[in-house]
């Protein structure tokens, strides 16, 4: 079983930086592509960025310029670096990832808990 951990959320004012972690627990075999989406109260979840295990990335328009995704494959964390906060970026951010728990399995998604980020005016 595996488990994604994230950490860094918190409260910050307009124009400020956060950055986001998340680091898989427990055994498996491999992780492809990594990624940040979110969800404010009312809203659907949204993609927020994604990286491949080659590092390529993705971003939605909101925060192209402003946040950057990347990624330590020797230990299998994601990072988010958020700059230039916004009160619209206000919401809860999920780690995801594709992990192919042995050899011989295709990939499995999975989400981690959910961390709060809190931009004020």
């Known amino acids: 079983q595996v488990t994604l951990l994230e950490s860094g959320g918190g409260l910050v004012q307009a124009g400020g930086s956060l950055r986001l972690s998340c680091a898989p627990s427990?055994?498996?075999?491999?992780?492809?592509?990594m990624g940040w989406y979110r969800q404010a109260p009312g809203n659907q979840r949204e993609l927020v960025a994604t990286?491949?295990?080659?590092?390529?990335?993705n971003y939605a328009d909101s925060v192209k310029g402003r946040f950057t995704i990347s990624r330590d494959n020797a230990k299998n964390a994601v990072y988010l670096q958020m700059n230039s906060l916004k009160p619209e970026d206000t919401a809860v951010y999920y780690c995801?990832?594709?992990?192919?728990?042995?050899?011989?399995?295709?990939?499995?998604?999975?989400w981690g808990q959910g961390t709060q980020v809190t931009v004020s005016s």
């Open positions: 427990g055994s498996f075999y491999r992780i492809n592509d």
């Open positions: 990286i491949t295990e080659g590092s390529s990335t």
């Open positions: 995801h990832a594709g992990v192919r728990p042995r050899i011989t399995t295709g990939s499995v998604e999975y």
